[in-house]
């Protein structure tokens, strides 16, 4: 697929970082972003970001080849149900949800047989927000997850995985189930346990917080509204990993016995041999 | 106090970085360092975290002013008993363990009434370890909480303040009670958290986990045998935090629910809002 005429609704961090990506390396594509802020379309325009401002949904994915949600999860079933009627025929709609069951399920529901959807999770972001700190380069290298399940159509999953791939990005594929209990685990629960472990804290105590602190709690950092969309909309599998994270720490705390001194000693090696071999592979691939 | 003898007990990370700091900034200092091993002696005299090595406890803190318990927290019951007939009149002894009501207690149980103890908690390290990552400015601008209590000597305890000034450490103070319960909560239940967010994922999720996740079990990455001697040192306290955060869960898992949208968005904004003052505090003193 030549994308010569691609539409992100949803012009903020990782919006803006597409366009100026796709700019920059795709040849003869006009990008449109869509927006319900003028500021941020201004400065979307001013960074370079996109081509064409558009303050309506109808106007922004008119012609498109393809279409990428960029907005907060709890918007994108309402932006499905109002772009369904306006997609050409063959677009392709994809996503950067951080959840994927409801978006596959709403497309499908939604979307006119002539369009088709393909789910996309590009793991690449920050706890930063808005498409100020959008950059060329903050895909690349980075892991996008496609999200196909029995319905989507081959060539359109084809693709969308060529699209992620010329914009420097590496993919794997699973199924929307298969991602949301993955993702809960290495990264909704962590966000929450984040958030706890500040919001659990007595002001006396968090003075003596050190450097350790800060980096276990900095995902606690990022925008409450998208992080409530990604809770709410995941919740059974945020619960389920809610679940394991629990037993674990009921096995902790049964090691907190001078008895089990060599017990919980190999626990906590384990968790750090276990950390440091992914550093090692995570180092090995940006080589 | 001018301390013209010091030893070191256990030259390690912290235990190296402290001799290299008190020999460039201390005049007329003579560090003495203790090892069980040579090759840990020998590279501390390299560096020049140390004057001299001693294989021994007793020779170690011969005609010394003062002395600093260097070792992992589960080592000092054993070297005060070791060390308190050999320590000369009016000598102050000090630590840097993490966990400080048990190595109070044992101080006053072994050390004789010629020798003060004063209990020391120098926020600094990381989660490397050994004396070839010691460094002269390991401790400058960190904090010391220091933990007298009511049978601590007033001019041993202005000491040991005026000894981690020198070396350009902040100082606090509190007692040995308040410290474990604090640090329990911002330090030692943050490591067991981040330990088990490791233990709990399955293989295959791990490939999928990012920045967020290496950032959020940093902790995680450090000693065990360290860690599990401040874990059964302290294990009342954990627990005790444990059932904080466990409670703060159960209260994050009740606003999993698209009616507690807008309380679950509070509750991470709010847990943002305060890290992020933490952050901007910290930015402030560094300044």
């Known amino acids: 697929m030549q994308v010569r005429r691609l539409s992100i609704l949803g012009v903020g961090l990782l919006g803006g970082s597409i366009g100026l990506a796709a700019r920059s390396i795709l040849s003869d594509c006009h990008v449109v972003g869509y927006g319900h802020r003028k500021a941020t379309l201004d400065r979307a325009l001013?960074?370079?970001?996109?081509?064409?401002?558009?303050?309506?949904?109808?106007?922004?994915?008119?012609?498109?080849?393809?279409?990428?949600?960029?907005?907060?999860?709890?918007?994108?079933?309402?932006?499905?149900?109002?772009?369904?009627?306006?997609?050409?025929?063959?677009?392709?709609?994809?996503?950067?949800?951080?959840?994927?069951?409801?978006?596959?399920?709403?497309?499908?529901?939604?979307?006119?047989?002539?369009?088709?959807?393909?789910?996309?999770?590009?793991?690449?972001?920050?706890?930063?927000?808005?498409?100020?700190?959008?950059?060329?380069?903050?895909?690349?290298?980075?892991?996008?997850?496609?999200?196909?399940?029995?319905?989507?159509?081959?060539?359109?999953?084809?693709?969308?995985?060529?699209?992620?791939?010329?914009?420097?990005?590496?993919t794997t594929r699973m199924t929307p189930a298969e991602h949301d209990a993955a993702l809960a685990g290495v990264s909704h629960l962590p966000h929450a346990v984040a958030a706890a472990l500040v919001a659990m804290q007595r002001p006396e105590a968090l003075k003596l917080c050190g450097k350790g602190f800060l980096d276990a709690t900095r995902i606690a950092g990022g925008d409450g509204g998208l992080w409530r969309d990604i809770f709410i909309d995941n919740a059974d599998q945020v619960r389920a990993a809610l679940g394991e994270l629990r037993e674990m720490l009921a096995k902790f705390e049964t090691l907190l016995d001078p008895e089990k001194g060599e017990e919980l000693r190999a626990w906590l090696d384990e968790a750090a041999k276990a950390r440091e071999a992914l550093v090692r592979e995570r180092l090995r691939e940006e080589e």
Chains 1, 2 share one sequence.
């Open 46 to 170: 001013e960074i370079g970001a996109i081509d064409e401002a558009a303050g309506e949904l109808e106007a922004a994915v008119l012609d498109a080849d393809l279409v990428i949600l960029c907005t907060p999860v709890g918007m994108f079933s309402e932006i499905l149900r109002t772009i369904a009627g306006k997609l050409k025929a063959g677009a392709i709609v994809t996503d950067v949800g951080s959840t994927k069951r409801s978006v596959v399920a709403e497309a499908a529901r939604h979307l006119p047989k002539g369009a088709h959807f393909v789910g996309s999770h590009p793991m690449a972001g920050s706890e930063k927000r808005g498409v100020e700190f959008a950059r060329t380069d903050l895909l690349a290298g980075a892991l996008c997850i496609l999200t196909p399940d029995g319905s989507t159509d081959a060539k359109a999953l084809a693709a969308v995985e060529e699209f992620w791939r010329t914009l420097g990005m590496h």
